[in-house]
């Protein structure tokens, strides 16, 4: 069962309800939100550049770069040896750099797994020992 009732604040002293900067800026602004749209509009249409960027901002992101698949395959039979093989085709141009650190910190993850999978079997070893000791005479 939780701790934590449903309906009850875990910190019942906390910050009241609507005191957020958003929440008070909306509160200030009340039905005057397209007058103000229609200031920083008017700023922008007039050459005020920090206006004209807040609506482009909002109205137009930024876009994100997308990048396109690449096919590889990892060449060696242990982690040291894919890694170096990523490593020559970042090398060769044959690979995109920022593929190259995906499939490495990829390399990384399944080492650390490796690691506490070891780990694991060491500890369960110890502990089979252990048992064994407690055992004999």
């Not at 007058?35 to 992101?61: H, I």
Request: proline share 4%; hydrophobic share 45%; glycine share 8%.
């Amino acid at each position: 069962m939780s701790r934590f009732q449903k309906g009850e604040s875990g910190n019942p002293k906390g910050r009241p309800v609507g005191s957020s900067l958003q929440t008070r800026l909306r509160s200030a602004v009340g039905d005057r939100f397209d007058e103000l749209v229609r200031v920083v509009l008017d700023a922008a249409l007039a050459g005020d550049m920090a206006a004209a960027s807040l609506l482009l901002a909002r109205l137009a992101p930024s876009l994100k770069p997308v990048q396109v698949p690449q096919a590889f395959t990892l060449a060696g039979q242990t982690l040291t040896e894919k890694a170096l093989s990523v490593l020559e085709a970042v090398a060769a141009g044959a690979l995109s750099a920022s593929d190259g650190k995906l499939l490495l910190d990829g390399l990384a993850g399944v080492l650390r797994v490796r690691e506490a999978e070891h780990t694991a079997r060491q500890l369960e070893l110890i502990r089979l020992a252990l048992d064994a000791q407690r055992k004999m005479p």
